[in-house]
Each structure stands twice: as structure tokens, then as C-alpha cells.
């Protein structure tokens, strides 16, 4: 298991996740009798592998602080990689829809800008994620610029997300309520593991301060 997740890390979980990916999409169109349905059918697949992968990134450090143990560490170690992956699977997506709107020529004119507006705002976060992963350009960027960006950036997909998920209740049927309630869980995670964290660090910085105030303390036995 050490052995095979050691191999499977970095670069090389990258593309092993994402051929995954475009072998899932390519099987998907093979198989499927309509190409224009299969295409759906893809995007809605490319949709559920990204949400898996975000997931996994969302709460890679607040499932590795509140629950320690050999895979949230390597959950934390690998969320770059889980980060990217879901990038692709999210280009997978678009590269789909661009696909159907050829396809289907009904598709682009049956939705409004408005419809459009929260997956364009979450592909430009997506972007934008994605190349400042790279530190050639996140040394460009102050690290308080990088982690406002990162964390605006992580919550809007998130919500993009509940609100692509949330919507469809009531349209496409109850099972929708299922990966909103994953979501809501995951964003209970999260928001738990940061405070645990934030609190671990308090505590450490009072100690800090007390063993400076009273050097003498720290030099006891
Ligand atoms: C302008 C950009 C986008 C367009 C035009 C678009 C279009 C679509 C379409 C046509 C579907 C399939 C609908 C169906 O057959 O029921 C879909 C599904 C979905 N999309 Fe996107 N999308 C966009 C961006 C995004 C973004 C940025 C996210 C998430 C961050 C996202 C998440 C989803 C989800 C969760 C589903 C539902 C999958 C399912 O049925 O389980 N989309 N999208």
C-alpha cells in the first residue's frame, strides 16, 4: 500500500488521474448509441470526477489536522496534485460543452448570460488556481496575495458547486441531495479544521510568549 501510494504521487498521480479521466470521457463517447447524448453524458461524468477531486483538495489539510493518520497525510501532500487533476477534469468538462454546443445547436441559445455567469466566474477561478499552483509565476505574488486568492478562489468553485447541485433538486430529481450533502459535510470539515488549526497555532504563539517572558522557565529542567 506504501509502495503503490509512494508511486502514485505527484506529477504521477497527476496523469494518472487525468488519463483516467480522458480514458472515462473516450468510453463514454464509444459506447454510448447518440453522440450528442454521450457528450452530455460527459459532461455530466467530467462534472462528478472534478467534484470528487476538489473534494479531496478542499479538505486535505483539515482532515489531515483534526484526523492524523497515514492517508489524510498523504491527502495533504498530494493536494497540489488532487488541485490540478480536478483542473483538467474541469477542462475535460469544458472541452464537452463546447463539444454539445457544435453538436446541438439549440444549446448555446437555450441558456441565458445570466445562466452562464457562475460557471464563467468559477473557470476563471479555476485558471487562475491553477497557474498560481505554479510557483514560476506565485513568485510574482506576495503569499498574503496568493492565500486571499486561494482561499476566495476555493469557496467561489465551492459554491459553484452547492449551486450546480442545489439547483437540480428539484428539476432532475432527490439524488441531487446527495453530492449537496457531501458538500455540506465537506464545508463542516473544513471550517472545523481550520479553527482547529488557527487554535493549535494560538496556543503554541501563548507559549512561545510565556517562555520569552519568563526565559527562566524554559531553562528549568
Ligand atoms: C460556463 C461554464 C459552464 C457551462 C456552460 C456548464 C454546463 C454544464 C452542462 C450543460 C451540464 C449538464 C447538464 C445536464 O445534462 O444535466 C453541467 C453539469 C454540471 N456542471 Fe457544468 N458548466 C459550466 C461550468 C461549471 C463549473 C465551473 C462547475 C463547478 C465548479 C460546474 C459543475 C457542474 C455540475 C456539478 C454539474 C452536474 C453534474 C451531474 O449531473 O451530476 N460546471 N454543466
Known amino acids: ?4 501510494s509512494s508511486k502514485l ?19 463514454l ?9 454521450a457528450t452530455r453524458t460527459v459532461i455530466r461524468a467530467t462534472a462528478r470526477t472534478s467534484f470528487v477531486l476538489f473534494l479531496a483538495a478542499f479538505v486535505a489539510s483539515s482532515l489531515a489536522a483534526l484526523v492524523p493518520n497515514a492517508f489524510t ?3 495533504m501532500r498530494e493536494r497540489r496534485y488532487l488541485g490540478l487533476s480536478f483542473a483538467f477534469s474541469h477542462l ?10 457544435v453538436l446541438d445547436p439549440k444549446f448555446w441559445p437555450s441558456r441565458g448570460a445570466l445562466t452562464n455567469t457562475p460557471g464563467t466566474i468559477g473557470y476563471v477561478f479555476i485558471a487562475l488556481l491553477a497557474v498560481t499552483s505554479f510557483h514560476a509565476v506565485s513568485r510574482h505574488m506576495s503569499a498574503a496575495t496568493w492565500k486571499r486568492l486561494h482561499t476566495v478562489g476555493i469557496w467561489v468553485i465551492a459554491a459553484i458547486f452547492g449551486l450546480s447541485f442545489f439547483k437540480r433538486i428539484p ?18 470539515v473544513r471550517l472545523v479544521g481550520k479553527w482547529a488549526q488557527a487554535n493549535k497555532r494560538k496556543q503554541a504563539q501563548i507559549r512561545n510568549s510565556q517562555a520569552n517572558t519568563h526565559p527562566q522557565h524554559a531553562l528549568e529542567p
Open 73 to 75: 497525510r498523504a491527502l
Open 9 to 27: 504521487a505527484g506529477w504521477r498521480l497527476f496523469w494518472a488521474l487525468g488519463a483516467c479521466i480522458l480514458l472515462m470521457s473516450g468510453l
Open 92 to 101: 475535460v468538462h469544458m472541452a464537452a460543452i463546447v463539444g454539445y454546443g
Open 171 to 188: 428539476s432532475m430529481g432527490v439524488a441531487y441531495a446527495i453530492p449537496f450533502s457531501i458538500l455540506c459535510a465537506a464545508v463542516a
Open 1 to 4: 500500500m506504501n509502495a503503490l
Open 29 to 37: 463517447l464509444a459506447v454510448g448509441p447518440d453522440p450528442v447524448e
